[in-house]
């Protein structure tokens, strides 16, 4: 009976480990593309953040896996094993989809934020340019 | 045979070997913001870097080591593994808030020194 636990949590820590690494590994793959047009193809720093994002989505979805890893049922039969297990992998599965759009999101919102800097500033010293041209001549 | 050293011994090596191997990459990869913090005056920013790095090994492994005193008493083996993956994903997690605050402070500064250096120039 403990022997079943303990079966459990090791076939929980591969499947949890591997589609961690697989979905990260997928997500961030693409990502620099996002971090290349976000930074106006500064290489070196693009990639420093591709990398930071990396880590801080390996840590937050590692740390969780293992934080919901604790089996609390005192008496546990092969079924009851497979049911548990199905539930801890698969609502850590819509987790990690969750987790997935935030990255996208933030992505998304430093591309505009940076497309809006990029416009922004520019609008008024022309106008203002202008407006000084004018009043010259 | 007590399990619960045995819990402290596997819990020490995997985080303080994932503490390190954080540490090494964020100080690696957060370099250039803290080059470009400093404008440009790169010595000012390594220094900066290493203190900064020091303390973090400071706080985390202090956390750590601080979470022997806070053990369940542990009977058997699946709850050696169940009590040493509750405590290391905590302290991942708190890891990973942190480190979401610095990408987030590092933002806001990186923000308010190009308007200020746009304003100046």
Same mark, same amino acid.
């Given at each position: 009976?403990?022997?079943?636990?303990?079966?459990?949590?090791?076939?929980?820590?591969?499947?949890?480990?591997?589609?961690?690494?697989?979905?990260?590994?997928?997500?961030?793959?693409?990502?620099?593309?996002?971090?290349?047009?976000?930074?106006?193809?500064?290489?070196?720093?693009?990639?420093?953040?591709?990398?930071?994002? /990396? +880590?801080?989505?390996?840590?937050? *979805?590692?740390?969780? !896996?293992?934080? %919901? =890893? /604790? +089996?609390?049922?005192?008496?546990? *039969?092969?079924?009851? !094993?497979?049911? %548990? =297990?199905?539930?801890?992998?698969?609502?850590?599965?819509?987790?990690?989809?969750?987790?997935?759009?935030?990255?996208?999101?933030?992505?998304?919102?430093?591309?505009?934020?940076?497309?809006?800097?990029?416009?922004?500033?520019?609008?008024?010293?022309?106008?203002?340019?202008?407006?000084?041209?004018?009043?010259?001549? | 045979?007590?399990?619960?050293?045995?819990?402290?011994?596997?819990?020490?090596?995997?985080?303080?070997?994932?503490?390190?191997?954080?540490?090494?990459?964020?100080?690696?990869?957060?370099?250039?913001?803290?080059?470009?913090?400093?404008?440009?005056?790169?010595?000012?920013?390594?220094?900066?870097?290493?203190?900064?790095?020091?303390?973090?090994?400071?706080?985390?492994?202090?956390?750590?080591?601080?979470?022997?005193?806070?053990?369940?008493?542990?009977?058997?083996?699946?709850?050696?593994?169940?009590?040493?993956?509750?405590?290391?994903?905590?302290?991942?997690?708190?890891?990973?808030?942190?480190?979401?605050?610095?990408?987030?402070?590092?933002?806001?500064?990186?923000?308010?020194?190009?308007?200020?250096?746009?304003?100046?120039?």
């Amino acid at each position: 009976m403990k022997n079943l636990i303990v079966t459990a949590y090791l076939v929980y820590l591969p499947i949890v480990m591997l589609l961690t690494y697989y979905v990260a590994h997928q997500l961030f793959k693409n990502s620099i593309v996002y971090m290349k047009d976000i930074f106006n193809g500064r290489e070196e720093i693009a990639k420093a953040t591709n990398t930071l994002f /990396k +880590i801080g989505f390996y840590l937050m *979805n590692l740390g969780f !896996a293992l934080y %919901i =890893l /604790k +089996i609390t049922a005192e008496k546990i *039969n092969t079924q009851g !094993a497979i049911e %548990i =297990l199905s539930m801890k992998v698969g609502g850590f599965s819509i987790y990690l989809g969750v987790m997935l759009f935030l990255n996208m999101y933030l992505f998304f919102r430093g591309k505009r934020v940076a497309r809006e800097k990029d416009w922004w500033p520019r609008f008024p010293i022309k106008l203002s340019s202008f407006v000084i041209i004018l009043i010259w001549s | 045979m007590n399990y619960n050293i045995f819990c402290y011994i596997i819990y020490s090596i995997i985080t303080i070997y994932i503490i390190i191997w954080v540490g090494k990459l964020f100080h690696r990869n957060g370099r250039v913001f803290i080059v470009k913090l400093f404008n440009d005056n790169s010595s000012l920013a390594d220094t900066t870097n290493n203190i900064i790095l020091v303390a973090y090994y400071l706080f985390n492994i202090g956390y750590a080591v601080i979470q022997f005193s806070f053990w369940e008493q542990v009977t058997n083996a699946g709850q050696l593994i169940s009590s040493v993956s509750n405590k290391t994903g905590i302290l991942i997690l708190i890891l990973a808030a942190t480190h979401y605050c610095n990408i987030f402070i590092i933002y806001t500064l990186s923000k308010k020194s190009t308007f200020i250096t746009s304003k100046t120039s």
